[in-house]
């Protein structure tokens, strides 16, 4: 059984009259579990919030419940220590801004002077009142707004949205830099941080939504991030990956936001083993065929490359033909997850790992792991 109990609620807090929206869940079962949130406005405008608070009791009668919810809504408005915090000001003027820029070719140019990634949102024309509020969203978000202007230079672009390469016309997702797109709505990333990279000016993430970003806005809304395109957890940990190529990065991704949270991506994203399972990725690639290939000899030689008593460990898969690199990086996950001794290695955490993935001519993904173990 499960009750929810709303209420309106007016104080005086600090001299200002406030009114407070309170949203209750109490939940029957071993015992009560009670929510309140605070949400409120003073007569200047200034938003007031307040954190969530839980309680936790046992109980006899459906009565008591609901005056012990009562007795919570109360406490929550009239408490300064204990479960229940003192309102927080927050003056909107010093909230980080975010500027959106739609000049692709000079939002690059930002980006490589300041040594900075570009994050760029991919909007259907049709569909601009959605990214609209998505935008807004990170806006608000105190964890990602707080970031993006000092790491980031941030850009909002049509999905038709045209440039100039060798001398015609294109749309900028015909480009084959963002061919895994596949030409949809969603997000891309470039990196211009460090020239002595790889992958300096290169894009290396790519989240694209399905046709019409069903999946992406029900995931969302599931996850309480109504107002994103894509749920709140996958932009953060679009910005918490390592430095990288795009399949690596993809690969990284796609662990990171199994559902099962594995922890072998949390360590150490070692230069040593990133080039091991790079290289080990283009083998299977190129001959068409998964498997830990001379693994004897690699193990010998990468335990002796990281010289720090760890030894190697070794997982690869490979995707369906056709698929797209997004939807091969997690279809790898997915068939890793079906083995338990493969599982057994990318769930756990290690001091070092490396993934990366690399496509054959067939179509097909072939992906590789490589995780550092103390002896």
């Known amino acids: 059984m499960e009750l929810s109990i709303q209420g309106v609620w ?15 869940c109490v939940k029957w079962g071993d015992g009560l579990h009670v929510t309140t949130r605070r ?72 980006a490589r002077d300041g040594k900075k990634m570009v994050f760029i949102c991919f909007h259907d024309p049709a569909r601009e009142a959605e990214f609209r509020k998505f935008r807004d969203g990170m806006q608000t978000d105190p964890e990602i707004a707080t970031r993006l202007p000092t ?27 963002f061919r895994e797109m596949q030409g949809r709505p969603g997000i891309a990333l470039l990196d211009y941080r460090d020239e002595s990279l790889p992958h300096h000016g290169y894009v290396v993430s790519v989240l694209p939504l399905g046709k019409d970003g069903a999946k992406y806005r029900a995931s969302a809304q599931e996850k309480g991030d109504a107002s994103w395109i894509v749920p709140r957890s996958e932009v953060l940990t679009l910005l918490d990956l390592p430095p ?51 693994w004897e000899r690699r193990f010998h030689a990468i ?31 997915h068939s890793w997850r079906q083995s338990s001794g493969h599982w057994s290695s990318v769930r756990a955490k290690h001091q ?12 097909v993904w072939y992906a590789t792991g490589i995780f550092a173990r103390s002896r």
């Open 303 to 333: 335990n002796a490359k990281l010289a720090d008593g760890s030894t190697a460990t070794e997982v690869c898969a490979e995707s369906w033909s056709g698929q797209s690199i997004l939807e091969a990086a997690r279809e790898c996950v």
């Open 39 to 110: 949400a409120s406005e003073d007569v200047r405008g200034v938003r007031v919030l307040a954190r969530l608070r839980f309680l936790n009791l046992r109980f006899g009668s459906l009565a008591q419940v609901l005056i012990l919810a009562l007795c919570c809504c109360a406490l929550a408005l009239s408490c300064s220590n204990g479960w229940a915090a003192e309102p927080v000001e927050v003056d909107r003027a010093k909230e980080p801004s975010l500027t959106w820029h739609t000049d692709y070719g000079a939002a690059k140019e930002m």
């Open 151 to 177: 790491e980031w230079v941030l850009v909002s672009l049509a999905t038709d949205a045209r440039i100039r390469s060798n001398n015609q016309e294109i749309a900028l997702l015909e480009h084959e830099a």
């Open 10 to 24: 007016s104080a005086m807090v600090g001299g200002r009259s406030l009114s407070h929206v309170l949203c209750h």
């Open 244 to 294: 990288g190529s795009l399949t690596q990065r993809t690969l990284i991704f796609a662990v990171r936001t199994h559902a099962d949270r594995p922890a072998s991506a949390e360590g150490k994203f070692h230069p040593i083993l990133a080039a091991e399972t790079e290289s080990h990725s283009a083998h299977q690639a190129r001959i068409g065929v998964q498997g830990h290939h001379a």
């Open 352 to 363: 070092a790992f490396g993934y990366d993935m690399k496509r054959g001519t067939n179509g």
